[in-house]
């Protein structure tokens, strides 16, 4: 069978995925069965939230708008329409919560974006998601201004940096631009030190009390820093680089981002001349100027691990014309492919469909084909999950208690099949519309 052949295959599985996924009474059915309900480390796992595009209706919204990009025959854009319309639906009747990308406002934007064939139509509702934004962001980083840290306050799933992601596709729109910049200038500020337990220490440190679960607070009665992708400092590095390269900048701007990367650098380890990051820096790792002697995360993933730092190096480098990040970035990117540890799932959080995403984002950005057997491979991995027998194809794979790994039936952008779909489409054909964005890619 040859490679166009094979492509043919993976395409039609996307499609047919899809159209099982417009009946929505059968997706409520199946991401709301018992099994699909645990927790880990005490924090529930969450299989369906209808106005998050991690785990809802704006996912689904996002693939039928991209397989309408490049199938526009074929009727994508009519049922993206009927989803949308029970997103607004359910906006009436709940109304929006937050402003993040994630489970609010910039991801039910993005996914009416995404939608939009290049902003012919919806541009009522995006213009109401976006006075939503102004009105709401403006109030927030003011509060955050004059309390403790929180990893939600500046991180890409609840915080600014997903929100000033989504709003770097309004530059035309004054109002727009001038909220992306309150949010880089507050990102810039987050990077001035501050004074923890008399040490002086970066201004991302998360005070204990503002950790996610108790074993954490625990773990680190005097705080920590977060250097994975989803809620550490390479969100913010990808969102202060991407505004500089696209000609936005704000004072001390160019500064802050080579903080955060020399402080990415600084508490790495090596193995074997490559480098590898766990999670979490403690405070008294930090204070004592220890390198980490133990990895807390093992996985190599978007969310934590080397994928996600790298991408944040490849795009400092890049806005700061520092050959050197890129080199890094690449190189140890190149590593983590031959040898990627604790990823079972295809999905993007923390799967393969993550990892493909940023090899592909990672050619982009440097205009080189780095990844192309890499990705290759990749992709056959992503398809060996596919269950014939299974209505949407693809599990999500989580280890749980025990380290038991149990497959569930998500459908959302992070931990479902839509952020497979997603993924083998971009694979495959490229991207055409900018759900990639959400990635921080």
């Known amino acids: 069978m040859d490679r166009s052949t094979v492509s043919g295959i993976e395409i039609e599985t996307v499609k047919k995925i899809a159209r099982q996924m417009s009946n929505f009474d059968k997706v409520l059915e199946i991401v709301n069965q018992k099994d699909n309900f645990h927790s880990i480390g005490g924090v529930p796992l ?19 708008g991209e397989l309408n990009a490049h199938f526009p025959a074929e009727g994508w854009d009519e049922l993206g329409h009927q989803y949308l319309s029970m997103l607004v639906d359910e906006i009436k009747e709940k109304g929006l919560q937050t402003p993040s990308m994630f489970s609010g406002a910039a991801g039910i934007g993005l996914a ?52 000033a992601s989504y709003l770097l596709l309004f530059q035309e729109d004054k109002r727009m631009k001038d909220l992306l910049i309150q949010i880089l200038k507050y990102l810039v500020r987050l990077t001035e030190d501050i004074n923890v337990k008399g040490e002086k220490v970066p201004g991302w440190h998360i005070p204990s009390l503002h950790q996610f679960t108790d074993i954490e607070k625990k773990s680190y009665p005097y705080g920590n820093f977060n250097i994975g992708l989803a809620h550490g400092i390479p969100g913010p590095i990808c969102i202060l680089s991407s505004a500089l390269m696209e000609g936005i900048k704000v004072n001390g ?23 590898y990051w766990k999670g979490i820096i403690s405070f008294e790792e930090y204070q004592y100027g220890l390198q980490p002697s133990t990895v807390n995360f093992s996985r190599d993933a978007w969310c934590y691990g080397r994928p996600g730092v790298c991408l ?31 990823i079972f799932s295809p999905t993007i959080c923390h799967g393969f469909s993550g990892i493909a995403q940023i090899l592909l984002g990672v050619n982009q950005l440097t205009g080189q084909e780095h990844f192309k057997d890499e990705l290759e491979k990749i992709k056959r991995k992503i398809v060996s999950f596919y269950d014939k027998n299974y209505i949407f194809g693809f599990h999500n794979y989580e280890s749980l208690e025990g380290n038991k790994v149990v ?35």
């Open 312 to 342: 944040a190096l490849v795009k400092a480098g890049k806005a700061l014309r520092n050959n050197q990040y890129i080199n890094l970035g690449v190189q140890n990117l190149k590593y983590t492919i031959s040898d990627i540890q604790g």
């Open 407 to 441: 497959p569930l039936q998500y459908v959302g952008l992070l931990d479902g099949v839509i952020g497979v779909g997603l993924g083998i489409l971009n694979m495959e054909l490229g991207s055409k519309t900018e759900w990639t964005k959400a990635l921080l890619i």
């Open 46 to 64: 969450i299989p369906w939230k209808s106005t998050a595009l991690s785990h809802g209706i704006p996912g689904i919204c996002m693939l039928y």
């Open 253 to 275: 701007q160019e500064h802050a981002v080579e903080k955060m990367v020399e402080f990415l650098l600084e508490f790495s380890q090596n193995d074997k001349d490559h480098l």
């Open 112 to 163: 009416a974006v995404c939608l939009s064939q290049d902003f012919a139509y919806y541009n009522g509702f995006i213009a109401r998601i976006n006075e939503y934004l102004a009105e709401v962001v403006p109030l927030l980083l003011n509060e955050y201004k004059q309390r403790q840290l929180y990893m939600t306050d500046y991180d890409v799933i609840e915080g600014v940096s997903g929100i």
